[in-house]
């Protein structure tokens, strides 16, 4: 038996009930493997019938279908000669399970179902899935007629299980399992399992993936061993954007990584790995008693199939795969990439002409426009290196210099994709953000439209006083509070009609056949008006804070070479919606009652600490507190214990009043008690009087 022994992972661009599609991109990826060598291949999770199905899980079609596409990667022999780890949903005993299905030519040797499933912020896989609940047993699984007339049998194996090669064994755990605090890959290490796979459907956060890393490194690190790790990549049909990253470690190294963002439908990372190296490794003498003393062992089924041979170990020219040093993007480079490969995937995918944004002039429709210029950049580079996918998507939708002539600069295929509009107020708009949105537009080279809505406004505002004989007034002429919002929202939601009337005719007006434009904008806490022109198809930075966006504009500003950047990042936010006078200009921050810098941090304490608003004012109490020492780079605000409180609480009472349509990552009521009644705010005024008593002695 031989030692040096090749293995395969991928990345797989999959997408939701895509059958035909998604069986496709897994052969090749098998094929891809079988040529550099490779013995054994895992893909991503679900990718048979794409991960993100969300309630198509419960459709009884959704398992028949993808049984369908499993037998006919069974009888297709071009995928013999290599182990294959697949994932597939599979109803079995009438529960739903989400598996992992290792065959080996045109034979299933088992059914591994998910043990863990993944169930907090986008997930919900337990609405889908039943957990496989007996870590280390099994039971047999009833094969359909057309799976029994290919394996010969009426029955496999059902349940946690490894498979044992002549050489080695290896083992499946899925995605959220590696997150958990006893992973199965413990067990197994302990019971001599030496190869680890695990198929991912881990979609993209921003500085997701040093956590990654560093769990899946430690996943060997401590017990030796090889693990592949295998993950969706792109936008499947979902909200989402998987982020792909496949790799394979060995004893706590990255030996293979593949791209974390990219245009590619099929990835292979293959890795040649040496057994004796796990040997050795685990040859310490504390891993060594627990391995003797655990008493989970595995059931291991049995194949003659080999890894490696005594042949490829005389083969000099074989050796196994140096270690590497990981690649992590910046935050910068995350948006940029993520957001453009995004947004290709959904282009494409859609069918439409290419995308719309209102620009304002200030940095929300900024970074969205400058992310769809990454994606221009993305999409012409991928096109230089001869992409026959992207070259075909390009010639689909670039099509107003004729058929199949490709566009040669991103600003070329800017032109051609990417409308942005400015839709000012003659009394309202200013000369700066007119410019602003010019200058980018002319920039990056989008097909730029310049108009006013004045008339539109001036006849909607005239039929309130037409119909009940009122006139409303801004703040600035007189006019009460609801008055100055009922005329700044009519502006908005002109805008939005607007937006989307240019989205549906300009393609057609410019002379290219075919669909619409779709709208893109969006922003953290929602400085907006309810269906405005941010109320779009897509929000590229709808989970983007302030903070990482302004860091993304001044990066986008050095290293895409667009110096109208810096006019963005020095302007004061400002929505335009209220007339412009000698003393008065309208400031984002000022309506807000607060900076978009404590906004940044109200949302992560928010939404990643979990706090509310009384424990949110505990830690802002003392984070922000003017009586605190001064520091180096300490550049939090300095307030009052009163002060805290008082932002604090503005911050959730505008949190409760603007609900978003679309809450599926932050699930909450969609109608409030008032906060400013509420128990939590008088606990925060309890607590404040307790502080201020403390404050008052310490004075004395």
């Known amino acids: 038996m031989g030692y040096l022994v090749t293995v395969a992972t991928c990345n797989l661009n999959q997408w939701v009930l895509d059958w035909e599609g998604n069986l496709s991109r897994i052969i090749e990826s098998i094929h891809q493997a079988k040529a550099a060598g490779a013995r054994l291949r895992v893909g991503p999770e679900l990718e048979i019938c794409g991960y993100s199905n969300l309630d198509h899980f419960h459709e009884l079609d959704l398992y028949t279908h993808s049984l369908e596409m499993l037998h006919r990667l069974l009888l297709d022999k071009s995928t013999h000669g290599i182990l294959l780890d697949v994932g597939v949903p599979i109803l079995h005993r009438n529960l739903r399970y989400n598996c992992r299905v290792i065959c080996l030519d045109g034979k299933i040797l088992l059914i591994r179902p998910k043990m863990w499933l993944a169930n907090d912020g986008n997930y919900r896989e337990m609405r889908h899935f039943t957990p496989w609940m007996r870590p280390r047993e099994t039971e047999l699984f009833h094969l359909p007629k057309m799976l029994a007339e290919v394996q010969g049998e009426t029955h496999v194996l059902f349940g946690d299980a490894v498979i044992s090669t002549p050489e080695t064994a290896f083992g499946a755990e899925t995605c959220e399992e590696l997150f958990t605090p006893k992973a199965p890959h413990i067990d197994m290490a302990l019971d001599g399992v030496e190869i680890i796979t695990n198929s991912s459907g881990s979609h993209f956060t921003l500085r997701k993936l040093d956590t990654r890393l560093q769990l899946i490194m430690e996943a060997t690190r401590k017990s030796g061993g090889v693990y592949l790790y295998a993950n969706q990549q792109g936008c499947d049909g979902e909200r989402l954007y998987f982020d792909g990253c496949a790799m394979i470690i060995v004893n706590g190294d990255v030996v293979a990584q593949g791209s974390q963002f990219s245009l590619n439908d099929v990835e292979v990372v293959t890795a040649t790995v040496d057994l004796e190296e796990v040997r050795s490794y685990r040859a310490a003498i504390s891993r060594g008693m627990q391995a003797a003393a655990s008493t989970a062992k595995y059931q291991r089924i049995q194949t003659p199939f080999e890894l490696s041979s005594e042949e490829d170990d005389a083969d000099v020219g074989m050796a196994p795969t140096l270690p590497m040093q990981p690649r992590i993007h910046s935050v910068e480079e995350e948006i940029a990439l993520s957001g453009g490969c995004f947004l290709w995937d959904y282009l494409r995918r859609s069918g439409t002409a290419g995308y719309l944004v209102p620009l304002s002039g200030g940095i929300d429709s900024c970074a969205t426009a400058v992310i769809v210029y990454s994606m221009c950049r993305i999409v012409m580079k991928a096109v230089e290196e001869g992409n026959q996918q992207v070259i075909e998507d390009v010639k689909r939708v670039a099509k107003y210099k004729g058929e199949g002539v490709l566009p040669k600069t991103p600003q070329e295929l800017c032109n051609q994709i990417f409308t942005t509009i400015y839709m000012g107020m003659k009394k309202q708009s200013s000369h700066e953000t007119r410019q602003r949105a010019k200058g980018l537009s002319a920039a990056i ?21 037409d119909t009940v004989g009122f006139e409303p007034k801004f703040k600035v002429e007189g006019g009460t509070v609801q008055e100055n919002l009922t005329l700044q929202c009519l502006q908005a939601r002109i805008r939005m009609v607007t937006a989307y009337e240019f989205g549906q005719i300009l393609p057609t007006a410019r002379n ?6 779709l709208l893109v904008l969006g922003s953290l806490r929602g400085y907006l008006t309810k269906y405005d022109c941010s109320s779009a198809d897509i929000n590229p930075i709808g989970s983007i804070d302030k903070a990482d966006l302004k860091r993304f504009i001044g990066w986008a500003e050095k290293d895409y070479d667009l110096p109208c950047l810096h006019e963005f990042l020095t302007a004061v936010p400002t929505a335009e919606l209220e007339p412009i006078t000698e003393n008065y200009v309208q400031s984002d921050e000022a309506d807000m009652g607060m900076t978009y810098q404590e906004l940044t941090i109200f949302g992560r304490l928010r939404k990643l600490n979990k706090l509310g608003p009384f424990g949110m004012f505990q830690r802002l109490v003392h984070d922000w507190s003017i009586d605190r020492e001064r520091k180096q ?17 503005k911050f959730f009472h505008f949190y409760a009043i603007n609900p978003p349509d679309d809450n599926r990552f932050d699930l909450r009521p969609f109608l409030y008690p008032p906060f400013w009644k509420s128990w939590s705010f008088k606990r925060i005024d309890i607590e404040l009087e307790r502080i201020e008593k403390k404050r008052a002695s310490k004075k004395k």
């Not at 780079?633 to 609480?649: G, L, N």
Request: hydrophobic content about 30%.
């Open 633 to 649: 780079d300490d550049d939090a605000p300095y307030y009052t214990p009163a002060q805290v409180a008082e932002k604090v609480k």
């Open 512 to 517: 290219r056949p075919g669909g619409g434009s």
């Open 445 to 465: 080279g989008s097909y730029h439209v310049n108009l006013d809505i004045d008339d539109i406004y001036e006849a909607q505002k005239k039929l309130v006083v």
